[in-house]
């Protein structure tokens, strides 16, 4: 135990941190991180989003459009601490890059908009760094904005998000006058003048003491209630020390069981340094978080960040640029040198790596070697894809891939010239190898290649890419949604028989089976919504029949009865059985599961569904009621509204299909002034169904 406290304190990964920066879109996620590298000294002149000489937001893409669009990341210096930044996207149909970048994080501050508060993409990034178990900050960005309210943002935080807010400063000033903030664990004052990059320090205010105060001694309390060792000196003495308040605010980060808050304005350059500060002393070093956990032969097992251990990393961004194809990597344990050849484990193939690169957006500085706790990308591995773990050859390990979710948009693409059609199948190849969120395929029936995504404008910028990156004049079909099938009323004890003999050894399978639909709590697999079980006695049907027949039947889920669409929610129960003693065979099992539940669907009234979003739109008073006229004309479901300074917040479930081309109407209704975010909300029955549920056939 002691030996293991001796190398923490001594190793050097204790002076790195790994962190995101997360956000709804235009809260300020990507000015925050350009004054992160200015203040560091990494950049010398503060890039800014409107002028499109951030260092992050480099795609040409992300600079005409205003928004970051891919994860960047960059890495910097601060007294004495190595920080790997990756900037993530805030648009929802991006939330792929920030599952990604999540993955991999050890920690993140959470930018939110000190006059909006928790905007609805600020919720969906939140809730997937809580699936990553990825300790916060929170940074309260925006206080020089007009309506700017510090108090009423962390309530919104406390409301809507569900941590303890630990709000560790308090702003001098408001609005247009906010100058500074008062640090309450020190009880300082820092004051940022117009045209001076760093702080001025010095005691806090008189006319400001006493509600400083006030604020210190909420914020220990709120500790005492969540610290034990803090409570117990806050009870011995009715009061906390700041190195006991400051190492109780560390370990409520990193467990997770409070939010530390701070504030500032990061366009005017206010709060930056603090903030840094913040990240040091209590997001959590690659040896603050659990040891990764991985697969060896199947097992389950444990790798320590520790550079002398085996080497393994997980690859999650692939990038292919002029200076070649660069592959992203979170190095967890080992030393990677130059030179090397690891293993693709996933793949089972080897990799050199001919080059280590110090990432700074789309700049690089070449390395050595890469040690546990690293982020760095790398060129060389030709196959690896995000999600992929490259490991030592001789130490195998496998670990856990991001999630990719299910892409729910769709549209037809072909090359307007002929000569170039041959280019585009690699160019979208490409393409879908960078961004696994997106899904390519060709349409069985009229031959047109499909690209799928996460939404429109995602679709709209892996079009755009095609086009500026290779050249390509493209044609572009209407979007199409990913429509879903499902039982409404199941079938009991269908019965059949696969049968086939052709002169050589034959086949056979008896099935007899069961089909209802799964009930939302079921116990099905959660990505496809099937269960399947068997109530086989006596040994009619072998187990490894069984498994064939639960194989067949996943076949089976790609192409419903209705029109072709993927089947979901429904539960399939083998009852019985027979075999013949010579021509049965998992094949014929297989082909049995696959057919009979075709033809079991068949029998059963089925239901079409279709996507939906939850869309939050933000207008102009005036403009309320064509808004929700609308919606309401695009078959959406008011859900809320709520009023807002300057402008009503209006909450919908509207279908994906009626959303195309919403981003225009609303800037015509609003004369520019509406927004909207919108979320998958799963499926619901599509229009045209019957009262109970079935579409007549």
């Not at 010398?44 to 893409?61: I, S």
Request: net charge neutral; hydrophobic share 40%; aromatic share 4%.
């Amino acid at each position: 135990m002691r030996t293991d406290l001796l190398r923490h304190l001594t190793s050097p990964l204790t002076a790195v941190r790994n962190l995101g920066i997360l956000a709804h879109v235009d809260a300020g996620k990507t000015t925050v991180t350009e004054r992160i590298l200015f203040a560091t000294g990494t950049t010398h002149k503060r890039g800014e989003v409107h002028d499109g000489t951030t260092v992050t937001d480099f795609d040409p893409q992300e600079r005409d459009r205003g928004i970051t669009i891919f994860a960047a990341a960059a890495s910097c210096a601060w007294d004495g601490h190595r920080i790997n930044l990756i900037d993530t996207p805030g648009h929802v149909d991006f939330a792929d890059e920030v599952e990604r970048s999540l993955r991999v994080l050890d920690g993140a501050i959470a930018v939110f908009d000190a006059v909006a508060g928790v905007e609805p993409q600020s919720e969906s990034v939140w809730r997937q760094a809580d699936r990553h178990g990825v300790p916060r900050m929170a940074f309260v960005n925006k206080l020089d904005r007009a309506g700017a309210d510090l108090d009423t943002a962390v309530e919104s935080i406390r409301r809507r998000l569900h941590p303890a807010p630990l709000v560790v400063q308090m702003p001098i000033g408001a609005e247009a006058d906010f100058t500074g903030v008062v640090d309450l664990l020190r009880m300082r004052s820092l004051i940022w003048t117009d045209g001076i990059d760093t702080a001025e320090e010095g005691p806090v205010p008189d006319a400001l003491r006493a509600e400083a105060l006030r604020r210190r001694r909420l914020l220990e309390e709120a500790v005492a209630e969540l610290h034990p060792s803090a409570l117990e000196e806050f009870c011995a003495a009715s009061a906390l020390g700041e190195r006991t308040l400051a190492r109780a605010l560390r370990e409520l980060t990193c467990t997770g069981d409070g939010l530390v808050v701070l504030c500032g304005s990061a366009y005017r350059n206010r709060g930056v340094e603090p903030l840094l500060d913040a990240v040091v002393a209590y997001l959590p070093s690659p040896l603050d978080v659990p040891a990764v956990r991985g697969t060896v032969d199947g097992v389950e097992r444990e790798r320590a960040a520790d550079p002398a251990a085996p080497f393994a990393a997980l690859a999650f961004k692939v990038q292919a640029g002029a200076t070649g194809r660069l592959t992203y990597l979170r190095v967890y344990s080992g030393t990677l040198r130059k030179g090397e050849t690891v293993m693709d484990a996933g793949a089972g193939r080897t990799e050199r790596i001919a080059r280590i690169l110090r990432v700074r957006a789309d700049r690089h500085t070449e390395l050595e070697l890469a040690v546990a706790g690293d982020i760095v990308a790398v060129v060389g591995p030709k196959a690896a894809r995000p999600g992929s773990t490259l490991c030592a050859p001789g130490a195998p390990f496998v670990l856990e891939a991001p999630t990719v979710a299910e892409p729910v948009v769709s549209v037809a693409l072909e090359a307007r010239r002929s000569a170039d059609a041959g280019r585009l199948g690699p160019a979208l190849a490409r393409l879908v190898e960078e961004d696994p969120s997106l899904a390519l395929r060709t349409d069985p029936e009229t031959g047109q290649t499909v690209l799928s995504g996460m939404g429109e404008l995602h679709l709209e910028v892996a079009v755009e890419k095609i086009r500026r990156d290779h050249g390509l004049d493209l044609a572009v079909g209407r979007p199409r949604v990913t429509y879903r099938e499902t039982v409404a009323r199941g079938v009991t004890g269908l019965v059949y028989r696969h049968v086939k003999q052709d002169g050589g050894a034959g086949q056979f399978a008896h099935v007899v089976l069961d089909v209802e639909p799964l009930p939302p709590e079921g116990d099905g697999d959660a990505a496809t919504g099937f269960a399947f079980r068997s109530a086989v006695v006596g040994g009619r049907v072998p187990q490894e029949y069984v498994r064939a027949v639960e194989a067949g039947c996943r076949d089976a889920l790609a192409e419903g009865p209705l029109g072709g669409h993927r089947v979901t929610g429904l539960r399939v129960v083998l009852t019985d059985g027979a075999i013949h003693p010579k021509d049965s065979s998992e094949t014929a099992f297989r082909t049995a599961g696959r057919l009979g539940l075709r033809a079991a669907l068949r029998a059963c009234s089925m239901l079409l569904l279709e996507p939906v979003v939850e869309v939050t739109v933000t207008v102009p008073d005036d403009a309320v009621g064509g808004v929700l006229g609308d919606l309401a004309a695009r078959r959406g479901r008011i859900t809320g509204s709520t009023a807002r300074l300057g402008g009503t917040v209006v909450t919908a479930t509207v279908p994906v299909a009626e959303l195309f081309g919403y981003a225009t109407r609303l800037r015509s209704r609003t004369q520019g002034r509406g927004s909207f975010t919108a979320r998958p909300a799963g499926h619901v029955r599509a229009q045209g169904a019957a009262s109970d549920g079935t579409v007549p056939r």
